[in-house]
């Protein structure tokens, strides 16, 4: 059975796998992974604003003190503040409580290694193995080799001072006016600090965590709020992050909500005016980006390459081919040059940057690009039942789209119980009353098998 999904592992509370006595028992395992030989034996500890992070925290820290490893903890901070802590605290490993954009009621882990990248599939497939199959009752050390713990004072100053190694000394960004949403999550006290002492002209929201209200009705996934007050502000731009902060949405001047491949081809295009990326250099993005931005990146000399979804994909490639910066359209964004790892605040203070190198308006910087149109299907499914009859299912909806004029991709979700079908397609070449029997096709084929 699989613990880890493709973001590492996500639950609800109190259910499989997420209760304090498997987040114990995960710690041990992991800590047989992940420890590196001749170490100092370090684990950094982070998490968002949940409140089950009081139950997960304490577990995981009594998990790896059990098995002699000392534990800093760092929370509540953004995901990817254990890419700079977790390497300047020499940590064999970091860990992050969070489930991300999900609801208050879920909670997960992700594991990242002393390079603060996070974990091959490898290491996971080890760890699930121990999880399931290790007699940890009968693993013991001396109770003088037992680790300890303690809280890091200055966790968030020093990941603060790495998230201003984005901006341009040179430039004068009170000229801005800008609204930040932080989710009522893990990016509630450091993001409007740093955009605060970079000079900006700020109106915040989502930044009293109650440790039931993070994501709800605010955040990248809700952005109505913050798209109002940008419009009711006269703001240069909203800036939306999610519940840990490894993502971003961003709202132009107008109050529109602008799509991931909408700010690809705005970086693109920026870099390569810059001369940071020439033409015929390849753009990373998932399998389930829009196909108008294949064609819009074209048209400025750029590629686009496409991967399976989850960052860690984009990442790959980057690190891989030397690819100069890739994105998802949810929000995820890396870049060759950054010491943080698919940040939402980097992403937002270039994108800052940018705005005020250009001179121009992100409504305006958008235009050059054509997207197609999307329906995203996301039905609810019983996991056991899908993965037993996976093949019949697929077979099923590929035969229904195979022979339209669409693009279409399907995929189990590796954080929720959804099966994901998303569709795209140019209106001139396809009747609504086809597309709207396509759509209750694929929901019967899924909801009919699992």
């Not at 490993?93 to 954009?101: G, L």
């Not at 054509?370 to 019983?382: A, G, K, M, P, T």
Request: with cysteine; charged share 25%; hydrophobic share 35%.
């Amino acid at each position: 059975m699989r613990l880890f999904g493709t973001d590492g592992i996500r639950g609800e509370v109190g259910k499989y796998p997420l209760t304090a006595e498997n987040v114990l028992k995960l710690a041990k395992a992991s800590s047989l992974v992940l420890r590196k030989k001749n170490s100092i034996s370090r684990v950094v500890i982070n998490k968002d604003t949940r409140l089950s992070g009081y139950i997960f925290e304490p577990a995981l820290a009594s998990g790896f003190i059990s098995m002699g490893i000392d534990v800093i903890l760092v929370g509540p901070l953004p995901t990817p503040a254990l890419t700079v802590l977790g390497k300047s605290l020499r940590a064999d490993f970091s860990v992050m409580i969070t489930a991300s954009h999900n609801p208050y009621k879920d909670n997960g882990l992700k594991f990242f290694s002393e390079q603060g990248l996070k974990i091959s599939p490898e290491d996971e497939s080890k760890i699930e193995d121990l999880f399931f199959n290790y007699d940890f009752d009968n693993f013991k050390i001396k109770p003088s080799n037992y680790g300890k713990a303690i809280r890091l004072k200055n966790a968030l100053g020093r990941y603060s001072e790495a998230l201003k190694q984005s901006a341009d000394r040179n430039l004068n960004y009170s000229k801005l006016k800008v609204t930040l949403d932080c989710a009522n999550g893990a990016s509630y006290k450091v993001a409007p600090e740093v955009l605060f002492e970079l000079g900006l002209d700020l109106h915040t929201i989502g930044n009293n965590p109650s440790g039931t209200n993070i994501n709800q009705n605010c955040g990248s996934l809700f952005p109505l709020k913050a798209s109002n007050l940008v419009k009711k502000k006269k703001c240069d731009i909203g800036i939306c992050l999610d519940g840990d902060g490894d993502r971003v949405v961003i709202i132009d001047e107008k109050g529109k909500v602008l799509n991931g491949e909408e700010l690809i081809y705005i970086l693109a295009e920026y870099y390569l005016s810059e001369n940071i990326i020439k033409k015929g250099s390849i753009v990373v993005t998932n399998e389930i980006a829009n196909y108008g931005l294949d064609n819009s990146l074209k048209k400025l000399g750029l590629k686009l390459k496409r991967v399976k979804v989850g960052d860690k994909n984009i990442l790959k490639q980057i690190i891989d081919h030397k690819y100069f910066f890739g994105g998802e359209p949810s929000g995820h964004f890396i870049f060759k040059d950054d010491i943080l790892i698919g940040d939402g605040m980097t992403t937002a203070i270039r994108l800052l940057t940018l705005v005020l190198k250009k001179n121009k308006k992100l409504s305006e910087l958008r235009k050059g690009i054509e997207l197609l149109e999307v329906i995203d299907i996301n039905q609810r499914i019983d996991r056991e039942k899908f993965y037993l009859s996976q093949e019949s299912i697929y077979q099923k909806l590929n035969k229904l789209c195979k022979n339209l004029d669409i693009y279409y991709n399907i995929r189990p979700s590796g954080t929720e119980p959804l099966l994901r079908v998303n569709l795209q397609y140019e209106k001139r070449n396809i009747k609504v009353s086809i597309l709207n029997k396509l759509k209750t096709q694929i929901i019967k084929v899924i909801s009919d098998a699992c």
